[in-house]
């Protein structure tokens, strides 16, 4: 190739600060847990390059695209730009209108009264000279991550990540889960629970989870935690194995910050920490805290600034035109096998 081509140095450091510089588009081939990694490798970056992915694993419940659908995936994706939540807003901001044009960009949109949007193409719709129009383009659904940290007894902050490569915030992104699990430990974990700063419960079980809308069809479900659509702005709080019957999941907004501290009261003195499904090299003693925080994906002027774009279909919908929903519902019907009967 006539440019250079990065790949992964030995330094996990250097790797990160290459990815988030030079990485416009990233494409998996293979399963959930393929795209998991590669949202890893943008775990500490606030912004995360769009991901094309080809379900080519066991389950693939996150895949969108069949690999033979390649040509139409790629096509879509360099000469249409995409929208954000089934077309609902479009990604195109100011900085993608400055984009060298060997860059992947999205088209910026004028709403006019009584109108419908007007789309001005960029970027590779530019040099190929037509677009393909906004009824036909890729789309891209933003997935919420969330914001972890882990702090010490006496509240200093830890290093949040199973490496030690730390955001300039000191927080991890994870766009599955979080989870504090007794391990090897034969005791259960007493883990006392508070949401917004405010005590909601102590519990005694195998673990928690807080997990994504995104990672509520992972180990939360497998826990008896709910389905949650992808487009809702939500928290799931899931105790694995509780010891008390009356615990249930919850469904929390995005924007209450959930703390979960090791109580005084644990027979063992510590607990693991993972992080979509990345165990974290130390675990959680008594009196250490794990802060998770749901992460905004919107400024105050609706500015696109965070989340995990993922290129989905267009269409699909009931009337067969734009903003179908059908790879979710595809994904519970045909993957999940939802309320089969026997």
Known sequence: FSFPIYTTPKERDVATALYTKKVDLTCTLGGDG???????????SK???????FSMGTLGFLGEWKFKEYKRAFREVYMSGAGAGYGSTLLGDNEDAKAPQSSVSTPTTTDHPDSSPTTTPNGWSAIRGKSMGSTRGARVLLRNRLRVGVYAADGSPLTPSP???????GAVYAMNEVIIHRGRDTHLAVVEVSVGGRFL????ADGMIISTPTGSTAYSLSAGGSIVHPLVSSLLLTPICPRSLSFRPLVLPAHAPITLRLSEKNRGREVEVSVDGVRRSQGVGVGMEVRVWGEEI??????WMGGVPSVVRGGGGADGGPGGEDHWVGGLNGLLKFNYPF
């Open 47 to 53: 912004r995360v390059p769009p991901i094309l992915s």
């Open 163 to 169: 490496t030690t490569t730390t955001s300039p915030s």
């Open 201 to 204: 419960t102590e519990a005694v």
């Open 298 to 303: 919107r400024d105050r002027d609706g500015k």
């Open 34 to 44: 393929t795209i998991l990694h590669a949202s890893s490798l943008f775990a500490t």
